[in-house]
């Protein structure tokens, strides 16, 4: 059993270093005022975070919760919607002006910090049961291969992944 808690550790692992070099992206590309890179940074997170965000949000979130307390499970699912809102507006911009390029700033940096925080979840992940670990390690591998859009996934959150 040990080689599925190493498995749903390390594939949780990977997308985090995923997902933290796309937000880190985007913050210097706001940074710098550069929203061309900023949308195609953007474009790349959308892209990559689908299956690991519908994943935490439709398995990995309720496994926590006896772990860590609904306000703590509650606060993840609202720094989601934060980093969420920065993708959609920088995909979406025609312009940004100075207060606006701030705001994003500031959301994508509290999800650059949301994804760094994670040691935490890789503490409690290590208290999931071993059964419960291999099980939460299959669904992440049906998000993959479902690979929704991050947009598309939070259009749709009703859906459950597929099996």
């Not at 692992?13 to 890179?37: I, T």
């Amino acid at each position: 059993m040990q080689q599925w808690k190493n498995s749903l550790f390390e594939a949780f692992h990977a997308d985090h270093a995923v997902l933290g070099r796309g937000f880190h992206e985007l913050s210097q590309c706001l940074r710098s005022n550069d929203l061309a890179a900023a949308q195609q940074a953007a474009q790349r997170i959308d892209s990559n975070a689908g299956a690991h965000i519908a994943f935490e949000e439709e398995h990995f979130y309720k496994a926590l919760l006896p772990l860590l307390g609904a306000a703590e499970v509650e606060k993840m699912y609202h720094e989601h919607g934060h980093g969420l809102e920065v993708v959609k507006a920088v995909m979406q911009a025609a312009s940004l002006d100075e207060q606006q390029v701030a705001e994003l700033l500031e959301k994508s940096e509290a999800m650059e910090t949301h994804i760094a925080e994670c040691g935490d979840l890789f503490a409690a992940m290590g208290r999931i049961p071993s059964e419960q670990q291999a099980e939460l390690h299959k669904d992440l591998l049906k998000w993959r291969e479902v690979n929704p859009r991050w947009t598309d996934y939070s259009a749709s959150r009703a859906s459950r992944c597929p099996g």
